[in-house]
């Protein structure tokens, strides 16, 4: 069976879990050779492990996205291992539920930091690797749909995706001409710990009173009629790090079921 992704040398950040980790497993599956990448140490050691008892290539790297050294350090460690970086997925994330009105300077800096200045570094240090190898490369961010429409109490959390939808078309357009594509992944309702996080948020602010209230509400505008899983989104992670999506750059996609529509 051919596999579209043998021997790529991928880094996947914030895979330990989630959607980075759904999207990690299916890009081994497709004979990626994968790093790991998440600031959670035991439990990307976990998720490199699992992948690797399936028959693929995995190593873990602890990394705090925002932090230069360790993003560089993870970088050096793809190349360590597979002698290049082709593409990087800048997917770490964190989120929090505030009313507008209750979002304090250090709630704005911490999001800003991990959400969008992590990735500004990611997609930094790995330019700098494929502008070096000189052959190209794919860049592929997690955005959301909340880098397209913002909600009330997620206003930072939005502020942070719209962001990272900036960095992607700039990046894009700043890289053209060496190869290098640009792309993000918008998801939209993921059933992962973060929208766990997200639900407590609304509780806590008084916003629901019910457990899953607001993944209900949120979910009650998609056209497919369910919530995401992370295994939603795998199919347009595997084809934007494909040959596939060679002629594709700038763009931000969403795959949410049809949520909203652009
Ligand atoms: N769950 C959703 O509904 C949803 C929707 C749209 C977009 N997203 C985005 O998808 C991405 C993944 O989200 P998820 O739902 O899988 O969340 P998750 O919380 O399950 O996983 C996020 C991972 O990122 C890691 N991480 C957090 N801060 C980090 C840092 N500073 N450095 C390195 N790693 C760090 C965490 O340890 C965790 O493993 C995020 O960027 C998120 O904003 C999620």
């Not at 507008?100 to 911490?110: G, K, N, P, Q, V």
């Not at 991990?114 to 930094?124: D, E, F, K």
Request: a negative charge; one cysteine or more; hydrophobic letters at 45%.
């Amino acid at each position: 069976m051919q596999r579209n992704l043998e021997g790529k040398s991928i880094v996947v950040t914030g895979a330990a879990r989630g959607i980075g980790k759904a999207m990690a497993e299916g890009l081994a599956s497709e004979g990626a050779r994968l790093i790991i990448a998440d600031i959670d140490e035991d439990a990307a050691a976990a998720t490199a492990e699992g992948i690797v008892a399936a028959g693929g290539a995995a190593w873990s790297v602890q990394v705090d996205v925002t932090d230069r050294a360790r993003v560089k350090a993870m970088i050096g460690r793809a190349v360590r291992e597979n002698g290049r970086l082709d593409i990087i997925f800048n997917n770490a994330g964190i989120a929090q539920t505030k009313p507008f009105l209750d979002i304090t300077e250090a709630d704005w800096r911490r999001m800003l930091d991990v959400n969008a200045l992590g990735v500004l570094i990611c997609m930094q240090e790995a330019v700098k690797q494929l502008l070096s190898q000189g052959q190209g490369g794919k860049i592929i961010n997690t955005a959301s749909v909340a880098a397209k429409q913002c909600y009330d109490p997620l206003a930072h959390y939005g502020a942070s995706k719209f962001a990272v939808a900036a960095l992607t078309q700039a990046a894009a357009r700043a890289f053209g001409a060496n190869g290098i594509t640009v792309n993000a992944i918008c998801p939209g309702i993921v059933a992962t710990d973060m929208w766990k996080t997200i639900e407590d948020g609304f509780q806590t602010a008084g916003l629901t009173t019910k457990p899953n209230e607001a993944m209900d509400a949120f979910s009650s505008m998609i056209t497919l009629k369910r919530p995401s899983t992370p295994a939603d989104i795998v199919g347009v992670a595997k084809f934007l790090a494909s040959a596939g999506a060679d002629y594709m750059t700038g763009q931000t996609v969403i795959i949410d079921g049809g949520m909203i529509m652009d």
